[in-house]
């Protein structure tokens, strides 16, 4: 879906923040991408959403076209004077366009909203605020998430089910996404493959290979998350061992 190849960039009279940074991402995968803070993960999303330009390397598109892509931030960043209904129609309206109704009943009961349409976000939990920001981010049928640590203010069981639900909602939609996270186990479990960074570039790749045909909970205990796990850690203990 997208080859990204030797990537760098400054901010304007700031250091280099990415070096020749090179990966792909397929369709229907979700690539993690995991490092300390700073290293540069959200720049790269910034980068893939068109929102900065690289001073060099490239981004290329299977067939040469943007994929349509949904944005979801740690905070929900929900309109406070729309209701949930209102919240997830309007990326959607602002480009002009409508969202039918059976797709919208589709969207909330995806993500276990149904029959809160006309509350206001400040009537929702953390975790509804959530799912209403995932919702408004597959609203314009996404083939492409960009999530930049979407759980992270989350409490930990919300976060299993959040993980859950995304999990869920890949399988059935077909979505690829490129996911920012600082928890070691949530990029186990989510992803297909696991960029670990270093200041700047990617230090390795971890390949989890879960069996999804098992519950969550054996997932979670399996011998393929611990091993996943160790490599990651161990990825970044070298990253940072370098940078003492
Ligand atoms: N708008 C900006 N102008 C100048 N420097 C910036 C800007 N945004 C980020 N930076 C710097 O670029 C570097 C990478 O930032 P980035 O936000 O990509 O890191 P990150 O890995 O996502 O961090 P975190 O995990 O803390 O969110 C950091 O040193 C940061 O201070």
């Avoid at 990415?18 to 540069?40: M, N, Q, R």
């Avoid at 009943?105 to 939990?125: C, D, I, K, M």
């Avoid at 975790?127 to 999530?147: K, N, P």
């Avoid at 299993?160 to 077909?174: C, H, I």
Wanted: hydrophobic share 45%; charged share 20%; aromatic share 6%.
């Amino acid at each position: 879906m997208l080859s990204v190849s030797k990537l760098s960039f400054a901010y304007e009279g700031g250091a280099q923040v990415l070096d020749d940074v090179s990966f792909d991402l397929k369709e229907g995968e979700i690539v993690s991408l995991l490092g300390p803070s700073g290293c540069g993960k959200s720049t790269i999303l910034r980068l893939i959403a068109g929102l900065i330009v690289p001073q060099s390397g490239s981004m290329k598109w299977k067939d040469g076209t943007t994929p349509e892509t949904g944005f979801v931030f740690q905070d929900a960043a929900l309109m406070p004077w729309a209701t949930v209904t209102e919240n997830i129609h309007l990326p959607l309206k602002l480009r002009g366009q409508e969202l039918a109704e059976g797709h919208l009943n589709r969207l909330l009961a995806y993500v276990g909203l149904s029959g809160l349409e006309t509350r206001f976000p400040q009537a929702l939990s953390g975790g509804q605020q959530m799912r209403v920001s995932i919702a408004r981010a597959l609203a314009a049928d996404a083939t492409l998430l960009l999530m930049d640590e979407p759980f992270g203010a989350l409490d930990e069981i919300l976060r299993f089910r959040m993980n859950d639900l995304m999990l869920k909602l890949k399988a059935e939609q077909g979505w690829s996404g490129l996911f920012v996270t600082h928890s070691i186990y949530e990029a186990v479990y989510l992803s297909d493959r696991i960029l670990v960074m270093d200041t700047g570039r990617i230090a390795g790749e971890v390949t989890p290979g879960l069996d999804r045909s098992l519950e969550a909970q054996d997932q979670r205990s399996s011998q393929a998350f611990l091993d996943a796990a160790r490599q990651v850690g161990a990825l970044l203990e070298a990253g940072s061992m370098e940078n003492a």
